[in-house]
């Protein structure tokens, strides 16, 4: 079946720019995740979502981050004014259900360059 | 201390040779375990679930020990389609059991 979907796959964008990231989580979860992978570090938690909540968006590392969910599947990410140092690849990962041994299945990622 | 820490690598092996990742994690409260492996350039995607007595999949053999709060994972008989990053994660417990924390990493090539 369709695993999780993401796109674009590279955007490239000037600093102070918004730019937007969709997901596109496997069908029937009801958990999706948003993280960051930047240049040499781990990947790092941003939102969780539960249906259309977002219970955890303790990750967002400023206020010019911010995300939603509609009809419980796609997910955007907006990053309003973006900075140099908001470069990194961005991923999704969509879970049946969250907790205990429940997979999370990652998409493929946006990489975005901020010049 | 990092919540999840590994060996820094990079782990360079031939073909055929066994080769041990370590990773500990400092939540003693952390309630899942797991080895997830990284191509380069992809996204991360779960090779083995870590479980209290020890759990085995082919020539992946992972152990927990929860006392002394560390994860190990190895290869046995390494095949170059196994070159890949290796990430050590951590769920945790309680109202937060949906996070999953990432360690960064041990890069590993399998030589011809």
């Known amino acids: 079946g369709a695993g999780v979907s993401q796109s674009p796959s590279n955007k490239v964008t000037e600093k102070g720019k918004d730019v937007e990231l969709r997901c596109d989580p496997i069908s029937g979860h009801t958990a999706l995740y948003w993280y960051r992978q930047s240049l040499g570090q781990g990947l790092e938690f941003l939102i969780y979502?539960?249906?259309?909540?977002?219970?955890?968006k303790s990750g967002l590392p400023s206020d010019r981050f911010s995300a939603e969910r509609t009809g419980g599947s796609v997910s955007t990410l907006t990053i309003q004014r973006t900075q140099q140092e908001d470069s990194a690849v961005y991923l999704c990962?969509?879970?049946?259900?969250?907790?205990?041994?429940?997979?999370?299945?990652f998409g493929p990622g946006t990489r975005l360059t901020v010049l | 201390r990092k919540e999840v820490e590994q060996d820094p690598g990079p782990f360079n092996v031939p073909e055929g040779a066994t080769v041990a990742f370590n990773c500990t994690y400092s939540n003693s409260a952390s309630q899942s375990f797991f080895w997830y492996r990284q191509d380069c350039r992809k996204e991360p995607k779960l090779l083995m679930s870590v479980y209290s007595s020890g759990n085995e999949d082919g020539r992946f053999t992972a152990q927990l020990n929860r006392a002394s709060q560390y994860i190990s994972l190895l290869i046995r008989d390494s095949k170059l389609s196994d070159s890949a990053t290796y990430l050590c994660?951590?769920?945790?417990?309680?109202?937060?059991?949906?996070?999953?924390?990432f360690g960064k990493g041990t890069l590993l090539t399998v030589n011809p």
């Open positions: 979502f539960q249906g259309n909540s977002a219970p955890d």
């Open positions: 990962a969509s879970s049946l259900t969250s907790g205990g041994y429940n997979e999370q299945f």
């Open positions: 994660v951590v769920r945790n417990s309680g109202g937060s059991n949906y996070k999953l924390t």
